[in-house]
C-alpha cells in the first residue's frame, strides 16, 4: 500500500483533517431508466461529506462488453466520469459508491452482468493499490473507451496513474479497434466497447 494511502486510513484514526484529493468514479447503467439513474448518483457524489465538489461528464451510449466481448445484443449502456474531490478515504469512498449502488437497486448476480447501476473507483489522486478490495487505478481503465473518453472530455490533462496521458491512452485504443475493423484479429477484440455515439 502506498503512503498516501495510508495517511488517509490514518487520517480516518485520529483528529488529523485528510488531505482534499481528486477521485475519478466511472459511472455506468444498462438496466432501468439509464439517465434518471445516472443523474441521480451524480446528484448523490455532490452530498458525500467531506466532499465539495463533483464534475461529471456529458453520458455517453456504449455498447454492452461482457466476459464474452462487446455484445450488442445486451442493453446498452449509458457511461459517464465524475471527478469527485474530497477529503473521504479512498475506502470509504468506495464504500459510499456501493451504498449508493444499493439505493438504485444494484443486484450482484454474474461479474460484468446487466445492471441497473455500477460505481466503480478509476483513481484516486496518484494513490496506487492492488488489494482486491481496493484496486486503484482500477486495472481495467486503461482498456475502456467508456471511460477514457468521458474523463477525457472534463480533464484534457487528465492521466491514468502509473500507466500513461488518457489522450494518449484513448488514441492508442481507438487505433487498435480501427485496425481491427480493418481486418486485424477481431476474435482477441478485447473489452473496448466503443461508446455507440
Ligand atoms: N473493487 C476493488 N477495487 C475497486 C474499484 N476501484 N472500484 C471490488 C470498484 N470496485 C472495486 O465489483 C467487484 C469487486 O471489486 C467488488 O467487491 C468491489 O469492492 P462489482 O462492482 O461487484 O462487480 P463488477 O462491476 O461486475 O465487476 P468488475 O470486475 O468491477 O467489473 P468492471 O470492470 O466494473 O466492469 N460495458 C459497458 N459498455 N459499460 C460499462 O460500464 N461495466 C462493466 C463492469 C462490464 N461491461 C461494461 C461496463
Ligand atoms: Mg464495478
Do not use: K
Not at 466476459?67 to 449509458?78: E, H, I, N
Amino acid at each position: 500500500m502506498s503512503r498516501r494511502l495510508a495517511q488517509g486510513y490514518q487520517g480516518e484514526a485520529t483528529t488529523h483533517t485528510p488531505v482534499e484529493t481528486v477521485a475519478v468514479v466511472a459511472l455506468g447503467a444498462n438496466l432501468g431508466d439509464r439517465a434518471a439513474t445516472i443523474d441521480d448518483a451524480v446528484r448523490a457524489l455532490a452530498r458525500l461529506p467531506l466532499t465539495t465538489d463533483v464534475r461529471a461528464a456529458p453520458p455517453i451510449e456504449s455498447v454492452a462488453v461482457t466476459l464474452a466481448g462487446p455484445d450488442a445484443s445486451a442493453p446498452a449502456y449509458l457511461n459517464t466520469v465524475a471527478l469527485v474531490t474530497t477529503r473521504l478515504a479512498p475506502s470509504v469512498l468506495l464504500s459510499y459508491l456501493h451504498a449508493i449502488e444499493a439505493q438504485h437497486g444494484r443486484e450482484r448476480r454474474e461479474r460484468w452482468g446487466d445492471r441497473t447501476l455500477d460505481l466503480d473507483l478509476i483513481a484516486y489522486g496518484d494513490v496506487r493499490s492492488d488489494e482486491p478490495a481496493l484496486q486503484v487505478p482500477h486495472p481495467r481503465a486503461a482498456e475502456r473507451d467508456f471511460v477514457l473518453g468521458p474523463w477525457l472530455a472534463i480533464d484534457p490533462d487528465a492521466v491514468l496513474p502509473g500507466v500513461g496521458r488518457v489522450a494518449e491512452l484513448l488514441a492508442r485504443l481507438r487505433g487498435d479497434a480501427g485496425q481491427s475493423a480493418d481486418g486485424g484479429d477481431t476474435a482477441d477484440a478485447g473489452d473496448s466497447g466503443g461508446a455507440t455515439t
